[in-house]
């Protein structure tokens, strides 16, 4: 009877056990969460772990002392669709046909054919949701759910898409505030202050309805692009002023999001990357963020035009206080995302992106994973960089703050930027031109840039790209 029973308890506590295996062995091999925050027009300097003053942001900065920062980390453009363009797709803008911002009378957008992070995700079983700014087309055939994402939320685009010549009053239409593909009111004025918590409540909701689920959430806040709103919770909080009170709620927002993944389990099963869509539109003075170090702002192709903060976190997966100064950009992150995922991206197209996981967790912290970076505007060639060289290739800018005065105040003037190069490592504020000393180096990104020229095009010499796809229509 004694060893009846002795049988009788350990089967049962082997039951127990097996009971217990699967769950755990099925929450070890499921795949990883994804959270990518990217803010709108946020410089260089404009969080606290790298270097903003004036106000904190405690929740970043605790992604950064948990995960690492990249400190060479690319948007593709300095403007704002074609930013989002490359993040989504993996690819450069210029190659996709998104360039520049698009307009509420666009009748062009994101081609149906392309194939974005959502898309990827979503075949793997993720459950996919967007609570903020679009941008890549407002006319239903362009809108987030038709390109992956189940759930949306937001505005179609930028904040400021006045009436002709109004935007020095700060004077706007009322925005469409869409779900899904319908729009269900219009925004004003005293509903811009309040889009930074709505969208931060639908994430968390999404967060703790998928917590069962992988899922992929893409919080592009369309903050602190101007004219900046806050909540009143937030407003009047800071010395820096509004700007420092919109940085301080968006902070709140990340706050929010990870104390939600803590508090349903899922800290040590997602990453969190924080980053912006291009640098600071420093025009509108203490409305717009700083460069720090950096020499220009947005529509520049100098740093401070597209060299942007990024922090990334994922315990015990991401080991903590890391930072590296390996050049990286925003098409990294498609093919970064899908390799986590166990997927791969695309085969019938060029992906221009490169999986910097190696980069992230620390196993290959030096090297490079590009060749050569390309920055474009619009589709002019500006510049290439290589390693720690940047070459700026002849083309008309708007005036460019100097390093370290946190931006021009003013309307900007074109002005004629020479051949120059830069050597990152040494002069990072682009202060310097070294071509006379680097012939050499020179002459090898042009032959960089000529390659850009004939893939990608470049209307500056009149050339045509051989490899660029189609915009949607």
């Not at 099925?26 to 990883?32: E, N, V």
């Not at 602190?224 to 968006?250: A, M, N, Q, W």
Request: charged share 20%; with cysteine.
């Amino acid at each position: 009877m004694r060893r009846n029973l002795t049988i009788i308890l350990t089967l049962l506590l082997l039951s127990a056990g097996a009971s217990e295996i699967p769950r755990s062995a099925t929450r070890a091999q499921r795949p990883p969460n994804f959270v990518i925050f990217f803010v709108d027009d946020m410089g260089y300097g404009d969080i606290g772990s790298f270097g903003a003053k004036g106000y904190t942001t405690p929740n970043v900065d605790r992604m950064a002392r948990e995960g690492i920062r990249l400190t060479s980390f690319y948007a593709a453009q300095a403007v704002c669709s074609a930013s989002r363009a490359a993040l989504l797709t993996g690819c450069y803008s210029n190659r996709v046909s998104v360039t520049g911002a698009l307009f509420p009378t666009a009748t062009t957008g994101i081609n149906s054919s392309e194939t974005t992070i959502a898309e990827i995700l979503k075949s793997r079983g993720y459950a996919t949701g967007i609570f903020g700014k679009w941008h890549l087309g407002h006319l239903p055939q362009f809108l987030p759910p038709k390109h992956g994402f189940d759930e949306y939320l937001g505005i179609p685009y930028s904040n400021d898409m006045w009436p002709p010549n109004t935007r020095n009053n700060y004077s706007f239409p009322a925005l469409p505030l869409i779900e899904n593909d319908k729009t269900i009111k219009e925004v004003d004025a005293a509903g811009q202050a309040q889009l930074t918590t709505l969208l931060t409540e639908r994430a968390v909701k999404f967060i703790e309805r998928n917590r069962a689920n992988p899922f992929f959430l893409y919080i592009p806040h369309p903050q602190p692009h101007v004219p900046l709103f806050v909540s009143d919770k937030f407003k009047g909080k800071t010395p820096r002023g509004l700007y420092g009170d919109v940085i301080e709620e968006i902070d709140w927002s990340v706050g929010q999001v990870l104390d939600t993944l803590k508090r349903n389990g899922l800290d040590e099963n997602t990453l969190v990357i924080f980053t912006s869509d291009n640098g600071p539109w420093v025009e509108y003075g203490d409305h717009g963020g700083s460069t720090g170090p950096l020499r220009g702002s947005k529509g520049t192709a100098f740093e401070g035009g597209q060299r942007e903060p990024f922090v990334a976190r994922w315990p015990g997966k991401i080991p903590a206080g890391g930072s590296s100064a390996t050049p990286a950009m925003t098409i990294d992150i498609l093919p970064t995302l899908a390799g986590l995922a166990g997927s791969s991206v695309p085969k019938d197209r060029i992906i221009d992106g490169r999986d910097i996981w190696p980069l992230l967790s620390g196993s290959k912290r030096t090297g490079e994973f590009h060749d050569a970076l390309y920055f474009y505007w619009g589709n002019e060639l500006h510049a290439v960089r290589s390693g720690k060289w940047k070459l700026h290739l002849p083309h008309p800018s708007k005036v460019i703050n100097t390093p370290g005065s946190g931006g021009q105040i003013g309307p900007s003037q074109p002005i004629e930027v020479p051949l120059s190069l830069y050597d990152l490592e040494a002069d990072v504020g682009e202060t310097t031109n070294v071509a006379d000393k680097h012939p050499d180096v020179v002459e090898r990104l042009k032959k960089v840039a000529d390659r850009a020229r004939e893939d990608l095009g470049d209307s500056l010499t009149k050339r045509e790209g051989k490899n660029v796809r189609p915009p949607g229509r």
